[in-house]
């Protein structure tokens, strides 16, 4: 396992970040490997009519 220190966070930022967390029954170093895993972790497969419907030409369009 990494770890990463982020320097330079605004008090008004730790604060609602230590409110996320409690709401969640989280801590808040918990809560920021929850976000960080929301964000940068690996995308969850999409559908293929998610994909088909989205090729332009194949899939269906709003009407203009």
Do not use: H
């Not at 976000?35 to 972790?41: A, D, I, K, Q, T």
Request: one cysteine or more; aromatic letters at 6%.
């Amino acid at each position: 396992m990494a770890t990463i220190v982020v320097r330079g966070l605004e008090r008004e930022l730790v604060k609602q970040l230590k409110v996320v967390a409690a709401c969640n029954g989280r801590s808040m170093e918990e809560e920021v490997r929850f976000m960080l895993r929301e964000r940068v972790g690996p995308p969850s497969p999409r559908p293929l009519a998610v994909t088909l419907m989205s090729i332009p030409g194949y899939g269906w369009e709003w009407p203009r």
